[in-house]
């Protein structure tokens, strides 16, 4: 009923920088908040930023970021778009990963927030 796009991983240099999306699609009512997660080898899941349903390119928003990315991340929203942007500069070695998009979702036919994940997009930062 509905998906969860992403697109524009791949490998950069130490930093160098990529852009993240995510579109929804599907049976859409409304996105709600949207985020952006990421997974290296070993390690849990964990949050890189989130951004609140009220956000949109031209307002700004309400925003949050984990220590380890704020300053170089950058996560925006495009509302007409139901799509999430992650800008990644001066990226890093250990911010390889694979980053997946989450959103809370209000879909067609159904009561309450449903959350969905995309499919995941591999960002290594190598030399």
């Known amino acids: 009923q509905v998906q969860l796009v992403e697109s524009g991983g791949g490998l950069v240099q130490p930093g160098g920088s990529l852009r993240l999306s995510c579109a929804a699609s599907?049976?859409?009512?409304?996105?709600?908040?949207m985020a952006w997660y990421r997974q290296a080898p070993g390690k849990q899941r964990e949050l890189v930023a989130s951004?609140?349903?009220?956000?949109?390119?031209?307002?700004?928003?309400?925003?949050k970021y984990a220590d380890s990315v704020k300053g170089r991340f950058t996560i925006s929203r495009d509302n007409a778009k139901n799509t999430v942007y992650l800008q990644m500069d001066s990226l890093k070695p250990e911010d390889t990963a694979v980053y997946y998009c989450?959103?809370?979702?209000?879909?067609?036919?159904?009561?309450?927030?449903?959350?969905?994940w995309g499919q995941g997009t591999q960002v290594t930062v190598s030399s």
């Open positions: 599907g049976r859409v009512f409304r996105v709600n908040d």
């Open positions: 989450n959103a809370d979702i209000n879909v067609y036919g159904q009561v309450g927030i449903a959350y969905y």
């Open positions: 951004i609140t349903s009220g956000a949109s390119i031209s307002s700004g928003g309400s925003t």
